[in-house]
């Protein structure tokens, strides 16, 4: 009896909740009409007015005056202090702004809106301002950070690369952001810093590609490419066709071809530029046979080409190795050309063919 008293009490906490959210919930229309009016505009009318003068101190005041202003009800005050929030976001705040800021993170929000989007009926805030209040402060971190490290780089401050990874995540994308807007002569000299911080396993894979993008530093951008996020390998990637990277290519594009999350895109890059540069077609098929070999085969097979037919049929039929007669089959198989079809013909015909790789090729191609 005991155990079923201690369940009973959160159940009927939850179903108050419940009951009250349904009660004081309304339509999303309903509550912006609600949240609407003369005396919004002209609080919103105010809030705008300390945004054009960037006077953080007045928005201060503004916020504070409208928290506990009861002359207005919680639909408008909670949409005043949302406008509030993110007029806040475009400002440099004062101590007290961010105090106000602060003690908005913990506010429970009174206006609530329903919905049935998800086959049931769910409550949420009209304006979370919990929420909200947590987002500016991201971005003044975020913006501070950018500001600062704008200041460490025009002054040629080292310590900026060696911070980078023990700041939080918004202060991170604000030191990135400042590179990225940072001119090519300013960011050479954070080269060999770089190199150094890869090579002890620091993270700072971003800053690097930031910098080897804009000086065009191959040795930079190996190192992204070998140990780097996979979505940032994959951006690089991107970057390496082009045209200044042009003599660079090929070897940062074998190398990310190794890496199994790399591979495919990088072995589709090197497959473009073979269809003007021998050399790339050369890398192609020196990776038949490795753990590559698909991702190859798919690229060589998209060349289409009577030479590239004619040596993946020469591979299968010559190779003693047979993880690279699988993958020059692949190829051939992918190719939709008579040539190749004739190929895989003639191929499965041969007395001395091996059963299990003829059997990978279609029925209506052995006779």
């Keep these: 009896m005991r155990v079923q008293k201690h369940l009973i009490g959160p159940v009927l906490l939850v179903l108050a909740a419940s009951a009250a959210a349904e009660k004081g919930a309304m339509p999303l229309g309903q509550a912006m009409k609600a949240s609407s009016g003369p005396a919004f505009e002209v609080r919103a009318g105010e809030i705008r007015t300390k945004v054009q003068s960037e006077d953080a101190a007045g928005l201060a005041n503004l916020m504070a005056s409208f928290k506990s202003d009861v002359t207005i009800d919680p639909p408008t005050r909670e949409r005043v202090l949302y406008e509030s929030l993110r007029a806040a976001a475009l400002l440099r705040p004062d101590d007290r702004l961010r105090q106000l800021v602060e003690g908005l993170t913990r506010y429970r929000s009174e206006t609530l809106i329903w919905t049935d989007d998800h086959g049931h009926r769910e409550y949420r805030p009209l304006f979370d301002i919990a929420v909200t209040a947590r987002y500016v402060n991201r971005v003044w971190s975020e913006n501070e950070a950018r500001e600062q490290a704008a200041r460490a780089i025009r002054n040629q401050q080292p310590n900026v690369i060696s911070q980078y990874p023990t700041i939080s995540a918004d202060q991170q994308r604000g030191v990135i952001e400042a590179f990225r807007d940072a001119p090519r002569s300013e960011l050479q000299p954070y080269r060999a810093a770089l190199l150094d911080a890869l090579a002890d396993g620091m993270p700072v894979h971003d800053l690097a590609a930031i910098v080897a993008s804009k000086t065009t530093d191959s040795e930079l951008l190996s190192g992204v490419l070998l140990s780097g996020p996979a979505e940032l390998g994959l951006q690089s990637l991107r970057v390496i066709e082009g045209a200044q990277w042009a003599g660079q290519r090929l070897p940062l594009l074998s190398l990310a071809a190794e890496r199994p999350e790399l591979q495919s895109a990088a072995m589709l890059t090197i497959g473009r530029l073979a269809a003007t540069d021998p050399s790339a077609k050369e ?33 299968l039929q010559r190779s003693s190795h047979e993880q690279t007669r699988r993958h020059a089959l692949l190829g051939l198989r992918m190719i939709d050309s008579p040539a190749a079809r004739d190929a895989l013909s003639a191929f499965a015909r041969q007395p001395s063919a091996p059963a299990e790789l003829v059997s990978e090729i279609p029925a209506w191609l052995r006779y």
């Design 283 to 315: 890398i192609l098929f020196s990776f038949l046979g490795t753990p590559g070999g698909s991702s190859a085969a798919v690229a060589l097979a998209q060349l289409a080409r009577p030479d590239v037919i004619s040596r993946l049929s020469l591979i």
